[in-house]
C-alpha cells in the first residue's frame, strides 16, 4: 500500500488508509479474481466477437470485430479501405473479450495486448479463417501477436 507522511494529505496517512481499506474489505467484499493464462485462450476461443483497441492520430478507437484464434495469435478481416483496416499495417493494440449475467451481476474479461500486422501467410485453412459478420468484401487478414495476456473474474456475491 502506497502512504504519505504528509499531515496536509490526512486522507493518505496511513493509519487512515489502511483503515478505509479494512472498511472498504468488509463492506465490499472483493469478488474479482485473476484468469490464467490458458482460460484466458479457452475463453477467448469460446467467444466470436472481440473489441480492438487502436489509435487513430492519437486518438482512441474501439471497435468490434469477428475473430479466430492461430495458436496464440488472434485472426480477424476486414477491409483496407476502413480506418480499422488502415491502422493495422503495425503497432500496438488491445483486443478484449468478456460475458456477464447481468441478473448474478458476474462476468469475466480477457485481454491481450501486444503488437498488430498484415498477415499474408496463408497459415490458415480456409474453413478455420475469420468470417466478418459485416458485409462488404474484408480481405485483409490482419494479425494480433499478444504480448501480455490479463483476465479477470467476477463473481457474484
Ligand atoms: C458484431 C460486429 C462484428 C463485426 N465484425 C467485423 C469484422 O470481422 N471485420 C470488419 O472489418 N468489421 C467488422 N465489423 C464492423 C467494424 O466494427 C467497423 O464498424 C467497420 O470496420 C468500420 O467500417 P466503416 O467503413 O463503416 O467505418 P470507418 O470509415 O472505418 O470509420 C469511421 C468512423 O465511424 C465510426 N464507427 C465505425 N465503426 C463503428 C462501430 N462498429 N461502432 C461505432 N462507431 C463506429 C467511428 O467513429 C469511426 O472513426 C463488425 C461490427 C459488429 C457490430
Redesign the pocket.
Known amino acids: 500500500m502506497e502512504t504519505t507522511t504528509n499531515s496536509n494529505v490526512g486522507w493518505l496517512h496511513p493509519t487512515r488508509a489502511e483503515e478505509v481499506e479494512m472498511i472498504s474489505d468488509r463492506w465490499f467484499p472483493s469478488h474479482v479474481t485473476e484468469i490464467s493464462t490458458q482460460e484466458c485462450y479457452e475463453l477467448l476461443a469460446s467467444r466470436p466477437?472481440g473489441r480492438i483497441a487502436f489509435l487513430?492520430d492519437g486518438d482512441p478507437?474501439v471497435?468490434?470485430?469477428?475473430?479466430v484464434v492461430d495458436g496464440h495469435d488472434i485472426l480477424?478481416?476486414?477491409?483496407p479501405?476502413?480506418?480499422?483496416?488502415r491502422s493495422m499495417t503495425r503497432g500496438r493494440v488491445a483486443f478484449e473479450v468478456d460475458d456477464f449475467d447481468e441478473f448474478n451481476q458476474s462476468g469475466w474479461s480477457v485481454l491481450f495486448q501486444g503488437s498488430v500486422g498484415y498477415d499474408d501467410s496463408d497459415a490458415v485453412e480456409p474453413g478455420d479463417r475469420?468470417e466478418?459478420?459485416?458485409e462488404g468484401v474484408?480481405n485483409l487478414v490482419v494479425r494480433i501477436r499478444p504480448r501480455l495476456v490479463t483476465g479477470r473474474r467476477l463473481l457474484s456475491a
Not at 76 to 79: C, G, L, Q, V
Not at 81 to 85: S, V
Open positions: 466477437v487513430v478507437l471497435l468490434p470485430v469477428n475473430y480477424f478481416r476486414t477491409s479501405r476502413t480506418e480499422l483496416g475469420p466478418p459478420w459485416a474484408r
